[in-house]
């Protein structure tokens, strides 16, 4: 992706203007947008955001205040992570995610909508408990968590991916959830009888794609 360009409308190589990406470099729902925008080699203008001081034109576009947001060069504005992800590919698609081996997108849609309802329900309240006020325990929600773990380590009993032997846009939108999750508690999670998932997540993680849309700008600092 082109890095901090002019906006509104930067021009690609081909002289058309590029969308602009909203983004959080650590934020799963920017990763699986990215991710998305990657495979399907979908050119853009890349703004890292600090979320405390968001740009003032990104809340023009989209009030709200979360990333990732798609600012489309006809003014069409996306401002969901996987509204992103499903655009980007219904216009190129090379590695297949819309067409997964086994399953089909229902199935798939239905397994990243548990993901991003109860499954993140209860990473938030066990990555940042002290947040959710003294009552909450982190434990018993890292408890709750694992049942989702459970579930996706079965679909990956008898095939490498979650709806198939190749990555789909279920693996995509998911394992940046899974990877904050081992992240809080990396003993606890490496501990668990999850194999499957356990080779899944680290092969995701050292996959060419998430390097590449985990690249920092040569200037960026550490985090
Ligand atoms: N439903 C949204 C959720 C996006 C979201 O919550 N992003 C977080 C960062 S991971 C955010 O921007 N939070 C606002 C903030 O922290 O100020 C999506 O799928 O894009």
């Not at 602009?20 to 990215?34: E, G």
Request: some cysteine.
């Amino acid at each position: 992706m082109t890095e901090d360009q002019a906006i509104p409308a930067p021009a690609g190589v081909s002289g058309r203007p590029l969308p602009v990406l909203y983004s959080f470099r650590r934020c799963p729902y920017a990763m699986r947008a990215r991710l998305a925008l990657t495979a399907s080699r979908q050119d853009c203008v890349l703004h890292e955001v600090v979320l405390r001081d968001k740009p003032a034109e990104m809340i023009a576009l989209s009030p709200k205040g979360t990333v990732p947001v798609l600012h489309l060069p006809d003014g069409q504005v996306l401002e969901q992570s996987l509204d992103i992800m499903r655009w980007t590919l219904a216009r190129h698609d090379p590695d297949g995610w819309l067409s997964p081996e086994t399953g089909s997108v229902a199935e798939m849609e239905a397994l990243i909508a548990a993901c991003d309802g109860t499954f993140k329900h209860h990473l938030d309240r066990y990555k940042y408990a002290v947040r959710y006020g003294p009552e909450t325990d982190p434990l018993h929600h890292r408890g709750e968590g694992a049942v989702f773990l459970r579930r996706l380590n079965e679909h990956l009993t008898d095939q490498a991916h979650l709806f198939g032997s190749r990555p789909s846009l279920a693996d995509y939108a998911i394992f940046p959830f899974v990877r904050q999750l081992a992240n809080t508690g990396r003993e606890w999670f490496d501990a668990q009888p999850l194999a499957e998932l356990q080779t899944w997540l680290s092969g995701h993680l050292n996959s060419e794609i998430f390097q590449e849309i985990m690249r920092r700008k040569a200037n960026e600092k550490r985090d």
